[in-house]
């Protein structure tokens, strides 16, 4: 999937931003009277959010989308899945990061319905008494986008989680906004020109945050376009100058993405 449909469709995403202080708060699904840190037991209504998730997540008619991939000299990364139905709406969204200080990979995941979050699940490692662990942190929302409960588990081992019982915990919004600003490709992840890199037989078009410590993303150049042609010619010069970028994924044998550029503009 190329920039131009998924800038088409971040646009009927970034609603959800908008529409998360809208109204007011619907009644509380859990009773407020439920003890926190009590083993989770769901109603009704909690098990119809989990079969609306679960049957999202079984769908393999879904179309998928990416988001550049970003990562920083730090270690940090950040990337974001789409998942489309066949009515054009975004009904699932991914997003991968690592942080500086640990190269686990987490995840936060949308469950999107009306273009709003009615869902999340977060997989991070947690840090308790000098003691690190994994968490999975399942949160439910309103229709104003507002958390109505909190359930999370935690295990030495990731692979351990399943084997262990959910426990309330106070309500938890997980943001979906640094989701869309990595589709959109705002803020820290805008898209300027940050130079090229030539990695034999590759070369690469690296584009950023105008910033030298801020994220970046590297492109593979096909294409020998008057685009590039000028970048190169002009290399410092034109170190900042935003640009914008079509691109698709290519897998190898051995594995690896690569992110191959289609065009790109100054803008």
């Not at 859990?30 to 999202?56: G, L, P, Q």
Request: aromatic residues 10%; negative net charge; charged residues 25%.
């Amino acid at each position: 999937m190329n920039l131009r449909i998924l800038s088409f469709i971040a646009l009927a995403v970034i609603a959800l931003t908008f529409l998360q202080s809208c109204g007011n708060e619907t009644t509380e699904v859990k009773d407020e009277a439920t003890e926190k840190n009590k083993e989770y037991v769901a109603n009704k209504e909690e098990i119809a959010f989990e079969a609306k998730m679960a049957k999202i997540d079984a769908n393999k008619n879904l179309q998928k989308g990416n988001s550049l991939f970003y990562s920083r000299a730090d270690g940090a990364s950040v990337d974001v899945e789409l998942f489309i139905d066949s009515n054009n709406a975004v009904v699932k969204m991914i997003e991968h990061y690592t942080n500086s200080s640990s190269q686990s990979i987490c995840s936060n995941v949308f469950y999107i319905e009306n273009n709003k979050k009615f869902a999340t699940r977060e997989l991070f490692e947690y840090s308790a008494k000098d003691t690190l662990s994994f968490s999975e942190r399942v949160s439910y929302y309103d229709k104003n986008e507002k958390p109505i409960a909190t359930k999370m588990r935690t295990a030495y081992y990731e692979e351990e989680l399943d084997y262990n019982s959910f426990r309330l915990v106070d309500k938890h919004d997980c943001s979906i906004q640094r989701a869309l600003d990595v589709i959109n490709q705002t803020g820290e992840y805008t898209t300027t020109f940050r130079g090229f890199v030539s990695e034999a037989p590759y070369l690469y078009l690296i584009v950023g945050e105008d910033n030298i410590n801020g994220y970046t993303s590297s492109l593979v150049v096909q294409m020998m376009t008057s685009t590039i042609k000028k970048l190169q010619l002009n290399e410092m010069k034109m170190i900042g100058a935003p640009l914008t970028v079509d691109f698709r994924t290519l897998d190898d044998e051995q594995g690896f993405v690569y992110q191959i550029l289609v065009s790109a503009q100054t803008r």
